[in-house]
C-alpha cells in the first residue's frame, strides 16, 4: 500500500514549457485535491476533484487544469509555466466516509523551479 | 475570504517542557480542525483532528477547540528535539464542500 505518490519528485522548466504532475493514490478515495505551498504561507488549493469524472477550481486556479483520470490518478497541467509557478506542489487524497472524511492524506511533493 | 491564522514562530521551547501552538479561523461554519506536522522538505502529515468543543488527548498531544471564540489550540507535552518541525493549522469550509483551509505554520524549535 503506497498511499500517494507523486511523479517527478523535482522539475526545472523553462519560462513558456508546458508539463504534467503526476498523482495517484491506492487507498479507493474519492476526493483528491492538488495543492502549492510557497515559503511563509499556508497550502493553497488549486484544484480538487470530489469524485471521479469532476473537477473544481481551488482558491488559486489560473495558469493550472486538471485531468481525473480514473479514481486513482488526478493530473495537474501547467500550459505554458511561468516564473510564478515556482513553489513546491502537493497531491492529497481522503476517503468518503462522513465525521473525518475531511482528513487528508498528501504524498511527497513535487518540486518544480521556473526559470 | 476565509482565513486560517497561526503565528509563524519560531517558538521555542526547552526539551521537557509543554509546547503551546494557537490558531484562530474566520468561518464560524467549520465543523473540523486538524493539526498537521511538516518536517523541512516533507509533506504534511496529520496529527490529529478535532471536532468538538474541549479537550482530546492523544498520547503526547492534545487539541482544544472553542468554537464560540474561534480558536484552535495544540498542546505537546515533554517535548523532543524531534518534534522540531512547522505545524499547520487546517479547518474544513463550510458548506459540506470537503475542503480545507490551511494556515500558514507555526515553526517549532526544540532545544536539549
Known amino acids: 500500500n503506497a498511499g500517494v505518490t507523486q511523479t517527478p519528485k523535482f522539475q526545472v522548466l523553462k519560462t513558456g514549457q508546458s508539463m504534467t504532475l503526476q498523482c495517484a493514490q491506492d487507498m479507493n478515495h474519492n476526493s483528491m485535491y492538488w495543492y502549492r505551498q510557497d515559503p511563509g504561507m499556508g497550502l493553497r488549493l488549486i484544484y480538487y476533484s470530489a469524485s471521479e469524472g469532476t473537477t473544481d477550481k481551488g482558491e488559486v486556479p489560473n495558469g493550472y487544469n486538471v485531468s481525473r483520470l480514473n479514481k486513482r490518478e488526478f493530473s495537474l497541467r501547467l500550459e505554458s509555466a511561468a516564473p510564478s509557478q515556482t513553489s513546491v506542489y502537493f497531491c492529497?487524497?481522503?476517503?468518503?466516509?462522513?465525521?473525518?472524511?475531511?482528513?487528508?492524506?498528501f504524498g511527497p511533493g513535487t518540486r518544480l523551479l521556473v526559470l | 475570504q476565509k482565513e486560517v491564522e497561526q503565528n509563524s514562530g519560531p517558538l521555542s521551547v526547552p526539551e521537557g517542557a509543554i509546547a503551546s501552538l494557537n490558531c484562530t479561523y474566520s468561518?464560524?461554519?467549520?465543523?473540523?480542525f486538524f493539526w498537521y506536522r511538516q518536517y523541512s522538505g516533507k509533506s504534511p502529515e496529520l496529527i490529529m483532528f478535532i471536532y468538538s468543543n474541549g479537550d482530546k488527548e492523544d498520547g503526547r498531544f492534545t487539541a482544544q477547540l472553542n468554537k464560540a471564540s474561534q480558536y484552535v489550540s495544540l498542546l505537546i507535552r515533554d517535548s523532543q528535539p524531534s518534534d522540531s518541525a512547522t505545524y499547520l493549522c487546517a479547518v474544513s469550509l463550510s458548506g459540506g464542500y470537503n475542503k480545507l483551509i490551511f494556515g500558514a505554520g507555526t515553526r517549532l524549535a526544540v532545544h536539549p
Open positions: 468561518d464560524r461554519g467549520s465543523q473540523s
Open positions: 492529497a487524497s481522503n476517503p468518503p466516509v462522513a465525521g473525518g472524511g475531511e482528513t487528508q492524506y
